[in-house]
């Protein structure tokens, strides 16, 4: 009788944070033209403080970061990404921002911010969680507890900004109509075009799902 060799078939495992990075899109948001800025694997979209943001099993950590900025400039687009604070994280989104400033008054800033934290109990509203920085306060109340994962959306087209947490939103605002309640200059209200960045503060923050859709 002939003996037909014998075929060993290896399986490796893929592990969970592998195969949920790789699944950074779903399917509509791809027929929908997103793109995502972060595969799991590498920073090869960013520039800026890349020492100071890890890849830890496929998730973008803050261990504490700087600035990370895109490579690319944005002027219309849908940014999505999701995010898990610890106690009294202190990041941020920066939208339309040039590089080498801060990004808050060059640029725009989205608050990103342990609402619930012991050191943040007498912070300007325009401070807390969502809130374009030193101009127009969010809405509170709708960030998961600490160590959970929460999910952003940030529209920016023409002179809206809409700013979506976890299904709700808390920033609608029109940049013509607002005025910075800080009192201090914001030059970068009126510009329409820059990178995008996170924008660290010295505290742990993790990302994952980072994608976009240019609107124009």
């Known amino acids: 009788m002939r003996l037909l060799p014998a075929v060993v078939v290896l399986l490796v495992a893929v592990p969970a944070w ?20 972060f595969d799991g694997t590498s920073l090869d979209q960013w520039q800026g403080d890349t020492k100071g943001y890890v890849i ?9 970061g700087g600035n990370l900025y895109t490579k690319k400039e944005y002027s219309d687009f849908i940014f999505r990404f999701e ?17 080498g400033c801060d990004p808050a008054y060059c640029g ?18 325009y401070q807390y969680h969502g809130s374009i920085y030193g101009v127009v306060p969010a809405k509170r109340g709708h960030l998961k507890p600490v160590g959970e994962w929460n999910s952003e959306e940030i529209l920016c087209q023409g002179r809206h900004v809409r700013v979506t947490l976890n299904g709700v939103v808390i920033v609608d605002a029109n940049l013509d109509e607002v005025q910075p309640m800080d009192h201090r200059d914001h030059p970068g209200l009126k510009r329409d075009k820059g990178y995008i960045g996170f924008l660290g503060h010295g505290t742990r923050v993790e ?9 124009n």
């Not at 830890?56 to 504490?64: I, Y």
């Not at 800033?109 to 912070?123: A, F, N, R, V």
């Open 83 to 99: 995010f898990k604070l610890t106690p009294n994280a202190n990041n941020g989104v920066g939208i339309r921002t040039p590089l």
């Open 207 to 215: 990302f994952r799902k980072i994608r976009i859709k240019e609107l």
């Open 56 to 64: 830890e099993n496929g998730v973008l950590v803050c261990k504490p």
């Open 18 to 37: 592998a195969e949920e990075a790789s699944n950074c899109l779903t399917p509509e948001e791809k027929e929908q033209g997103f793109v995502c800025l």
């Open 108 to 125: 725009m800033e989205i608050q990103i911010l342990d609402d619930s934290g012991s050191q943040y109990t007498h912070l300007q509203p």
